[in-house]
């Protein structure tokens, strides 16, 4: 069974820096699993932020960003703002249109 | 500006289906894209359920597959869920979105669906 590994949380002081990781239990993460991220806040729907790794969505800031590191597909935040407070998560394309979610990251910003 | 919203029970009996539609507006409807599923237990993260194409492609997470039906109605630009033999696992706040690039980028604002007796 494949299976999305995230880092549970992070803290981020404001205008810091923070890297959130994507891997698989079994394998490495490329660019053919397309990685895409989305941000949650509580109650709300996800609001996607990334796509095809590295692309940022429409109107999406600047100080995200979305790259391979290694075995994995990561998200930095540069710079981090209050209201970058949220879940993250990452989706990987397993292929035949098959999408396998991770469990999220809780970011906190203090 | 295309807009996604679901609509449908709140409340379904186990054993029993739960049935969703989600109502596409602006754009060019609900033809020449992806539809996708995905849903989140209180307090969980998110799981794909699946996807269809305004064509009548399907493709479902293996895990649900078995109890899982898509459709879609280009004519009313909506496209649906039907989920058989619910269980309480099966409670979740249920999404619609736009698959486009291999992403999800335009959501639904969600709906609850509680499987209870």
């Known amino acids: 069974q494949t299976v999305v590994t995230q880092e549970p949380s992070f803290s981020v002081s404001p205008g810091g820096t923070v890297t959130l990781t994507c891997g698989l239990n079994?394998?490495?993460?490329?660019?053919?699993?397309?990685p895409s991220w989305y941000q949650q806040t509580p109650g709300q729907s996800p609001r996607a932020l990334i796509y095809?790794?590295?692309s940022r969505f429409s109107g999406v800031p600047d100080r995200f960003s979305g790259s391979i590191l290694g075995n994995k597909a990561a998200l930095t935040i540069t710079g981090a703002q209050a209201e970058d407070e949220s879940d993250y998560y990452c989706?990987?394309?397993?292929?035949?249109?098959?999408?396998?979610f991770g469990a999220g990251t809780k970011v906190t910003v203090l | 500006q295309l807009q996604v919203q679901e609509s449908g029970p709140g409340l379904v009996k186990p054993s029993g289906t739960l049935s969703l539609y989600c109502a596409v507006s602006?754009?060019?409807?609900?033809?020449?894209?992806?539809w996708t599923w995905i849903r989140q237990p209180p307090g969980m993260g998110l799981e794909y359920i699946g996807e269809?194409?305004?064509?009548?492609?399907?493709n479902y997470n293996p895990s649900l597959k078995s109890r899982v039906t898509m459709s879609v109605d280009n004519s009313k630009s909506q496209f649906s869920l039907q989920l058989n033999s619910v269980t309480a696992a099966d409670t979740a706040v249920y999404y619609c979105?736009?698959?486009?690039?291999?992403?999800?980028?335009?959501w639904g604002q969600g709906t609850m669906v509680t499987v209870s007796s």
């Open positions: 269809m194409h305004y064509d009548g492609i399907t």
């Open positions: 602006g754009g060019s409807g609900t033809r020449n894209n992806w």
């Open positions: 989706v990987l394309f397993m292929g035949s249109g098959i999408y396998v």
């Open positions: 079994s394998g490495s993460v490329s660019t053919s699993h397309y």
């Open positions: 979105a736009r698959g486009v690039n291999n992403a999800f980028d335009i």
């Open positions: 095809k790794t590295n």
